[in-house]
């Protein structure tokens, strides 16, 4: 039976060195890969369930309220599919925990290389993304061609926009622990990389992408240079823009903000008033709910009552009048889950602030949540399951990264 295990577990993991090809072209696939990596993963834990008792649960006090309290907001969400996206989550939590056991069970020498592995093939995975994503640089005309190709070849529908910005958004999220661990070695390679995707990022169709990776190098200067514990400080402003955000964003729409004060890069590349007009609908109807919100996932594609008033609002000014998610991960949060969520989603934020990843350097740490929060902030839902899953490898990732290294200074 132990060998059996240990075979599925090992399955588990090097089926993960297929992150790389997926980060690349098709980041949808973080979802089936998580799943069948994860699955396998599950079965092996199961079948030694003795090794449940390496998983410190009282780690994760500070994150089980507001999980439990996202079931709860289902009975309350209108969301069809709510509960197939807490289930979706709760799944992604599972599998990254027996991913994480399934590892700490290889032998020191075989974790040292699987780790080194699955590196190499997140590095691939970059390098695509940033090849791929140069396309507005280097060959403008590619999007047209792949319509055309998309158009005549019934099986080739080939989203190429969608598909470079998913994975220009993402990329950052997993290059800053990569040359956090590596850079020290190969300053010469995490540099250049680094400094080309700044470039790349800064001149592609996704803003996304650029604020990930612009919020990934501020964030990491500063801690670096910055000797002083930062948590507080990032607690604090986070805290701050999510309790007030129904307010701003109401009156950033009442004072035509967008229009009168942001740069015009604002207002054409990232449909600024439009989003001002979304943000302040959101916002209104947050405040109709203001302790329990709404419901998991009730965002999506969310109707009120009283849309017309909006339409009318967005008429007059010429805007487009869709609501198909928040585009705002604070605006979200509490809006799905009011006040009281917000609380529990602080207390769970204040414990990702402490997890120390072994001995992950501060700057790393800080870089990677700051290259989240920039792909999160204004563009994804959180709930889609390429992207619970892909968050879900990253906690992975970052948790094996140093573990050997800390290993030898016990």
Sequence with gaps: ?????????????????????????????FAPLMAISGLMAFIAVVMQPEKFKRVEWRKFIF??????????????????????????LILVVVFTACLCITFEGLPLEEQDRFKHLLSASLLFGIIVSISIGSYPLLWPELPRLMDEISTQVSFANIELIRQSNRSLSLFPVFLFPLAGFYGPRARWLFVPIIAIAFFITANSNSQTAFLAILLGVIAFVFAYFYKYDGRRLIFAITAIGLLLSPIIFLKSFENNFVQNYAPQIIKQEASGEYREWIYYTYASETLSKPLIGHGLRSTKNFSPDNLNNYIELARERNLPYSLVHAHNFPLQVIFEFGYLGAILFLAAFWWLLNLRFDNAGRA???????????????????????????LGFLYFYMSILYQREHRNNV
């Design 1 to 29: 039976m132990a060998k059996t295990s240990e075979k599925i577990g090992r399955a588990a993991l090097y089926f993960l060195l297929l992150v790389g090809p997926v980060l690349g072209t098709a980041t949808k696939g």
């Design 63 to 88: 994150a089980f309220p507001f999980l439990i309290f996202m079931g709860l907001s289902l009975l309350w969400s209108q969301a069809e599919n709510g509960g197939s996206t807490y289930f979706v």
């Design 364 to 390: 790393t740490h800080t870089a990677t949540l700051a290259a989240i929060c920039g792909l999160l902030l204004f563009s994804y839902s959180l709930w889609q399951s390429w992207l619970l899953a892909s």
